[in-house]
């Protein structure tokens, strides 16, 4: 089992282009995520899928758009990327139950010039 | 103020020391509270989980809450440099929902 996949593992973009960030995970769980992580502020919630079918807003959306494609893939999309878009991404899974144990991803690197 | 703190470190300590990582919070309504481990350049993974207080043990690992005090801390015994990562803690339960809330997470390194 691989887990929980991202794509790409790294990534350049300039202002105002657009890229999506993919992600699959093959443990069967019905609930995926999207975090970033920058220096010193942990992991921010961007936005969550509890189940196929559906997405919410997590605590940092602005910018950024998901489309749960099917239960294993789950996408975050840049529409016109910023410089405060630069950080890491990282992609989990979980069944959600209330300890909701959540599996990650290996990670991509942004940086936006 | 965040609603779970930890201190960022780094924590520098000799092999074999005994480690320990701390983290606050204010939210009482949390009850499972777990600790991921981050190497670098790499997602983090579940390391432990404790449900409610108390203590719980996996080798050289102790998990321990205190929510009378809203404090949680992972302690590493006999440690060692591959221990060399940072650490996360992260909570969910109650009234806060299953939405896990992280802290900031502590940089540990471990010298030979």
């Known amino acids: 089992n691989a887990g929980v996949t991202q794509t790409p593992k790294f990534q350049v973009l300039k202002t105002g282009q657009s890229m999506t960030l993919q992600c699959a995970q093959d443990m069967n769980h019905n609930s995926m995520y999207w975090y970033r992580q920058d220096p010193g502020m942990g992991l921010r919630l961007i936005y969550y899928?509890?189940?196929?079918?559906?997405?919410d807003k997590g605590e940092v959306p602005n910018g950024y758009n998901v489309s749960r494609l099917n239960k294993r893939e789950f996408s975050l999309r840049l529409e016109s990327a910023a410089p405060s878009q630069t950080s890491v991404y990282f992609c989990?899974?979980?069944?959600?139950?209330?300890?909701?144990?959540?599996?990650f991803g290996p990670g991509t690197r942004l940086t936006v010039l | 103020q965040k609603e779970v703190e930890q201190d960022p470190g780094p924590l520098s300590v000799p092999e074999g020391a005994i480690v320990s990582l701390n983290c606050t919070y204010s939210n009482s309504a949390f009850q499972y509270f777990m600790w991921y481990r981050q190497y670098s350049r790499k997602g983090p993974e579940l390391l432990m989980y404790?449900?409610?207080?108390g203590n719980k043990e996996d080798g050289r690992f102790t998990a321990q809450v205190d929510k009378s005090s809203k404090y949680i801390s992972l302690f590493i015994r006999d440690s060692q440099p591959s221990d060399s990562a940072t650490y996360l803690c992260?909570?969910?339960?109650?009234?806060?929902?299953?939405?896990?809330?992280f802290g900031g997470g502590t940089r540990l390194m471990v010298k030979p």
């Open positions: 992260a909570m969910s339960g109650g009234n806060a929902g299953n939405m896990l809330t």
């Open positions: 899928s509890a189940s196929e079918g559906t997405t």
């Open positions: 404790t449900y409610s207080s």
């Open positions: 989990a899974s979980s069944e959600p139950n209330d300890r909701n144990e959540q599996f």
